[in-house]
């Protein structure tokens, strides 16, 4: 199937040399002036999309320029790579995106755009293959779960996403990944975290710009995840959370001490120890973004949970939440904990509709 081009520009008549470069390497194109993009680009679902940046000296108000407003919109509505096709380098936005490339217009350029949707090609394959999965999970969960709720209940609109998204989530997780695939550490974790819940085995980190990348800057939440919900006027279970300290080596007694030291030598050696050891925790570090670290059980403190920000900092908070350990790991790392001495907690439960039911049919078994 080929792939589609958008191609957003002032002067489409212009892009008759791009349109022949891309459509005799397979391609279909579309040009359209920005009048047009916004509804196209929701109605025409491109693959790629090559747009314009316009000269922001005409106009007033220089971050509302047409190239801008299709650049936010195509961030907001339309997930696919993106390249900046210009002849004013200099309006490039400042953030960086991998699916973000910038190509200059000039002698040969139309290649160089043709260069970068072949860079990209092999990503838009794998956005679609995983769309189509996607809604393939999406109809199996409709088609499971509608039956089994009942159109004519009268807490339909209360159960139903609730049941659908679980079951949405469950069969997305199962069984799409081959058993020789190993997980990387950042499959291990959500980063960002999702939602605006504090759960547990989150990671938080201080809100001190000041502090450096090391495991004493973090610590894991241990409370579990149903005394820290508040949900539907509900205020949280508890005053303060009961947390974890990491650290950069194993505790000097505990289980994950490695039989030798570890070395640039020996690190096979070492990771194959801990991977053969399930009471050996070990938080595997992303560069850049997390540190390698193991938790000590015995180091445990309690956070005001009034201090702890979910999303963005504010005043007072000196913890904020950045990342979250993903299942089955959070499991894991949950029963570890329990085993050192802790509680698992439960969600609150509809005990009334449960004992609704069993009378309903206790009195039908008895007449």
């Known amino acids: 199937m080929k792939r589609k081009v958008l191609v957003i520009d002032d002067e489409p008549d212009q892009l008759l040399p791009l349109r022949k470069e891309l459509e005799n390497n397979d391609y279909t194109v579309k040009i359209i002036d920005f009048p047009r993009d916004a509804r196209t ?6 693959d790629f999309i090559v747009l314009d940046l316009v000269d922001k000296s005409e106009f007033s108000d220089t971050t509302a320029t047409p190239g801008n ?8 509505e339309h997930f696919c790579p993106i390249i900046l096709y210009s002849g004013f380098a200099d309006l490039v936005p400042p953030y960086e995106h991998p699916l973000i490339q910038f190509v200059t217009k ?10 970068s949707i072949q860079n990209f090609s092999p990503v838009v394959n794998e956005l679609n293959d995983t769309m189509m999965r996607l809604e393939a999970r999406f109809r199996e969960s409709l088609e499971t779960v509608l039956p089994v709720i009942g159109l004519d209940n009268n807490k339909l609109p209360e159960i139903f996403q609730e049941l659908f998204y679980r079951r949405l989530a469950a069969t997305i997780r199962s069984g799409h990944l081959s058993k020789e695939h190993k997980l990387s550490p950042l499959e291990q974790y959500v980063f960002p975290p999702i939602g605006d819940q504090l759960l547990v085995c989150d990671v938080i980190k201080t809100t001190d710009r000041n502090r450096d990348q090391s495991p004493e800057n973090y610590r894991m939440i241990l409370t579990p995840s149903c005394d820290l919900q508040r949900v539907a006027g509900r205020s949280a279970k508890v005053d303060n959370v009961l947390v974890v300290r990491l650290f950069s080596r194993p505790e000097p007694q505990g289980r994950c001490q490695p039989k030798q030291s570890p070395s640039p030598d020996n690190i096979k050696k070492y990771a194959d120890d801990l991977n053969q050891r399930d009471e050996c925790i070990f938080l595997p570090g992303i560069e850049g973004i997390f540190p390698s670290c193991f938790p000590g059980w015995k180091a445990l403190e309690l956070i005001p949970l009034d201090h702890i920000a979910v999303a963005e900092p504010s005043d007072g908070k000196t913890w904020i939440r950045y990342l979250s350990v993903d299942s089955p790991f959070r499991e894991h790392l949950v029963w570890m904990y329990t085993k050192e001495a802790g509680r698992i907690g439960l969600p ?11 009378i309903r049919k206790y009195r039908t078994n008895r007449s």
Request: charged share 35%; hydrophobic share 30%; glycine share 2%.
């Open 106 to 115: 000039g002698a040969d350029s139309e290649t160089e755009v043709l260069t």
């Open 69 to 76: 407003r299709s650049l936010n919109q195509i961030r907001e």
């Open 348 to 358: 609150n439960r509809d005990f009334a509709s449960f004992a609704e039911k069993l």
């Open 41 to 46: 680009i929701r109605d025409h679902r491109p």
